[in-house]
């Protein structure tokens, strides 16, 4: 069964810094994993999307990693902005085909203090 | 087509009642996703759709709920007697089943901005 945790549930750091957030599954078997950010309240917005033979996506000051040897995934995010305070989750596809379920992260709570 | 849209954004009803949540996919998304969050969590699978066919459900999704697309395009969810414990925000997502770009198949999800339910 694909398990998909977060680690930590919240993060506080101040404005400027560069910060990694860790996303772990237990599975390798995945098609892809997709990285979101969600303000309260809101819908899911989706950041990155890493198929399972990539290594990395970048968009801006974005940088997601996939290593699935060790189910793994980080997002990395540069100069952090007051802008950037939202939770970030993790979810997972499983399996060997793009119809095949998808498993979230219960989210890491990013706060970056101005 | 400017994304994903779920109406209404907030429900407040009282226990026993029904409700009936609507989600617009993106246009040219073949596949529709039902998903519940509660505070804290990440999004829990409910069921999903190809074109009108609903091809997985989720053993959360109890008799009371039930999903429809009738024509491949929009979708409702319904809750029949409602309980407290189903307050939550049920978010909806679409995905194409084929991109064009590299002639693969992504499988990336976009979502709209959810169905907030409060049950009383």
């Known amino acids: 069964k694909q398990e998909v945790t977060q680690i930590p549930a919240a993060l506080s750091v101040p404005e400027g810094e560069n910060l990694v957030l860790n996303c772990s599954f237990t599975?390798?078997?995945?098609?892809?994993l997709q990285w979101f950010r969600q303000d309260p309240g809101k819908g899911l917005t989706s950041l990155l999307l890493?198929?399972?033979?990539?290594r990395e996506q970048t968009s801006g000051r974005l940088n997601a990693s996939l290593d699935k040897s060790s189910g793994r995934s980080t997002l990395y995010i540069a100069a952090s902005q007051p802008g950037d305070s939202a939770t970030y989750l993790c979810?997972?596809?499983?399996?060997?085909?793009?119809?095949?379920?998808?498993?979230f992260g219960s989210g890491t709570r990013l706060s970056i203090r101005p | 087509d400017t994304g994903v849209s779920q109406d209404p954004r907030h429900k407040i009803t009282k226990r026993g009642q029904n409700v009936t949540f609507r989600c617009d996919p993106i246009?040219?998304?073949?596949?529709l996703y039902w998903y519940r969050q509660t505070l804290g969590q990440g999004p829990e699978f409910l069921t999903y759709?190809?074109?009108?066919?609903?091809?997985?459900k989720s053993r959360l999704l109890s008799d009371r709920f039930s999903a429809e697309r009738p024509k491949g395009s929009f979708s409702t969810l319904e809750i029949q007697r409602t309980e407290q414990g189903d307050s939550a925000m049920y978010l909806c997502?679409?995905?194409?089943?084929?991109?064009?770009?590299?002639?693969?198949?992504?499988?990336?999800?976009?979502f709209g901005e959810g169905s907030r339910l409060t049950v009383l």
């Open positions: 997502a679409s995905s194409i089943r084929d991109r064009l770009a590299g002639g693969g198949n992504t499988g990336e999800l976009f």
């Open positions: 599975d390798s078997a995945i098609y892809n």
């Open positions: 890493i198929q399972s033979s990539q």
């Open positions: 979810a997972v596809r499983k399996g060997y085909s793009s119809a095949s379920k998808i498993i």
């Open positions: 246009s040219e998304h073949n596949r």
């Open positions: 759709f190809q074109n009108e066919a609903q091809l997985e």
